[in-house]
């Protein structure tokens, strides 16, 4: 019987000829990823080990993306402990250098790799063609110590696309539109494979924003084939696929869903539930007190010209916060040769550095109470950007720009 | 027998401790905020041997293992819910902490009732009825009866 991708590179990772969803096997990573939303844990409960060890520090990429620069003493005291920790022991470590899955996608990632990143978001990686996964630090500490870990081999999705998205509809509005389709549990333990015609109109950008955002229908892995595009972009950093797998004619879906790019429409999903979602012109109207452009979803240069056309010569409302903060520091300089930078700043938004920022909350712009932000963050979960009785919708760069413009949710065709 | 804290469907693991909390040096300082935003009096009122009761995808969401963690911390004896999101579920068991999977009892119990579970025979007990539960594959129940994941690392 054939395999699908997922099970393809669990099989390669086991060292076995094959492997069928259900069975647990133990794989070797590639890499383990971890940030400072876990990191102080991980290594308290290191540091209590009888016999302390790292299998391989090679595999090991330590990033500050959650609280920099820090915003307190604790956080202080929990990234001096990362810090000195990474520095003591060798391990790849960066500050300052953008979102964790955006600095894993430009430096690190290639395709066929098994990664564990203590981050759910992990998942993004599979745009090109990584099997990243989501773990707590227990599972990350245990990966570190011994470089395996188990994993039980997951049932896959399957997602044929065909046509192309139109102008004004983002990769952004296409995966909200699947999670609204299939729920917020729709995919739980399984992977979720993106292939067909369709997926060539799609840049790596917008794959990135597709497999990220996976996590948030349950999946344990979002896949996407290795075409010119992958290899292009791998090429053009160095990198070269450790696999280059494809599923198999026979391979067994549980499902197979076929999607016309050309039918998606912009998307809003509403509080408190990313599979909450609705055409963006039924939110039209909605009064919105801040509006937040970036994250590992969606702060990529790609999204910052989005967002800069639609604004360029016009200004942000006077009753609203737009904060634009670039995925990273390569999107930053980027988006400052191109002069992005000064559009946004022209037009009054507030450009941050590149952090998680509001996306998780407990940074920079947090919301107060009774507020409503309008996000490309990843997710909209009550008081997630603060306040616990506040509120949160997402939805792609040209809609939260248009919407930061007016005051009010809109889509930027009609702005 | 310990008393049962009932949340509804898609509960997400920002609901289950925030996100300004997770960086806070231990557990210990974080889990007085559990279920801060749903259920202000949940960490001072829950005892050692309490159970949370949940619907369809609890603990969606953050991989964050703060999670399952404070809820450990609390006493919580099990988490027992119609179904639960994946990350939250492989960080409860490499942690110690018994998530269940029970199909009928959300719908029949209230908070507050008394229950009993027995992890050996797959059920749980309510009000004097009997629920089945799921019982875990053998490879996880033998890394939640050794104590956790860590607990191997050690020997």
Redesign the interface.
């Known amino acids: 019987m054939g395999m699908t991708m997922a099970e393809k590179i669990i099989a390669a990772a086991a060292g076995v000829a094959s492997v069928k969803p259900g069975d ?1 096997h133990t794989v070797e990573l590639d890499r383990l990823m971890s940030n ?3 990191t ?2 991980t290594i ?2 290191y540091n209590k ?3 302390p060890r790292i299998a391989d520090v090679n595999k090991l990429v330590w990033i500050v993306d ?2 920099v620069p820090c915003d307190s003493a ?2 202080a ?2 990234h001096k402990k990362m810090r000195d920790f990474a520095k003591e022991h060798g391990i790849r470590y960066y500050e300052g250098e953008g979102v964790c899955h955006q600095v894993m996608m430009e430096k690190h990632v290639t395709s066929g790799e098994l990664i564990f990143g ?3 978001h ?1 998942c993004a990686y599979g745009a090109v063609g990584a099997f990243g996964t ?6 990350y ?2 990966a570190m ?2 470089g395996k870990s ?1 994993l ?1 081999v997951p049932e896959t999705l399957k997602f044929n696309l065909t046509g192309r998205l139109n102008d004004g509809v983002y990769a952004r509005d296409f995966i909200l539109s699947v999670i609204g389709m299939i729920g ?2 729709g995919a ?2 399984m992977a979720m494979e993106f292939g067909g015609e369709g997926l060539k109109t799609l840049d790596m950008s917008d794959r990135i924003c597709i497999c990220n955002l996976c ?1 948030e229908a ?1 999946a ?1 892995t979002a896949l996407m084939e290795v075409d010119e595009i992958t290899l292009d972009y791998l090429k053009a950093r160095g990198r070269e696929p450790k696999h280059n797998f494809k599923s198999d004619e026979d391979a067994v879906f549980t499902k197979v869903y076929n999607i016309d790019l050309s039918t998606i429409k912009p998307i809003v999903a509403k509080p408190h ?1 990313v599979d909450s979602v609705v055409d963006a012109k039924e939110c039209a109207g909605t009064h919105i007190d801040e509006a937040f452009l970036g994250s590992c979803n969606n702060g990529r240069i790609e999204d910052l010209r989005v967002g800069a056309k639609i604004i360029r010569g016009k200004k942000v409302h006077p009753l609203v916060r737009f904060l634009v903060v670039p995925a990273s520091a390569e999107v930053y300089r980027q988006a400052l040769a191109e002069g992005i930078i000064d559009t946004f700043m022209e037009a009054g938004a507030i450009v941050m550095n590149p952090n998680c920022s509001v996306c ?3 940074c920079q712009g947090v919301i107060g109470e009774g507020e409503t932000l309008i996000s490309t963050g990843t ?1 909209n ?4 950007a603060g306040h ?1 009785d506040s509120f949160v919708y997402l939805a792609s760069a040209a809609t939260v720009t248009a919407s930061a413009i007016k005051g009010e949710i809109t889509t930027a065709d009609v702005l | 027998m310990g008393k049962i804290f009932k949340f509804q469907q ?1 509960v ?1 693991t ?2 289950i401790i ?3 909390y ?6 210990d300082e974080m889990k007085g905020h559990a279920f ?3 259920d202000p009096d949940f960490a001072s009122q829950v005892q050692p041997g309490d159970y949370v009761v949940a619907s ?2 609890f603990g ?7 999670a ?2 404070v809820l450990k911390a609390l006493g919580v004896q099990a988490v027992v819910a119609k ?1 639960f ?3 939250f579920y ?2 409860a068991i ?2 110690g902490l018994p998530v269940i999977v029970c199909k009928d009892l959300h719908d029949n119990v209230n908070a507050g009732d008394e229950m009993e579970l027995s992890m050996q025979e797959g059920v749980v007990r309510v009000n004097g009825k009997e629920y089945a539960c799921t019982k875990l ?1 053998e ?1 996880m129940q033998g890394i939640l009866d050794q104590g ?3 607990a ?3 020997e």
């Not at chain 1, 989501?134 to 599972?139: E, F, I």
């Not at chain 1, 979960?381 to 997630?384: A, C, D, E, H, L």
């Open positions: 647990i400072d939303g876990t102080h844990l308290d409960m080990l009888k016999n959650h609280n604790k956080t005291a929990s203590a981050d759910s992990t989501g773990v707590g630090c227990t599972d500490l245990y110590v011994t188990w039980l917020a549990n739980n333990y996590v349950g344990k539930f998780w909350g407990s997710r979960f009550k008081g997630r616990k | 898609d997400d920002d609901q925030a996100s300004q997770i960086i806070f040096p231990t557990i801060e935003s749903l369809e995808n969606c969401g953050s991989s964050r293992e703060q399952p963690s179904s999101a994946r990350i492989r960080n490499n942690i594959p490879y956790g994941l860590i191997s690392l050690n």
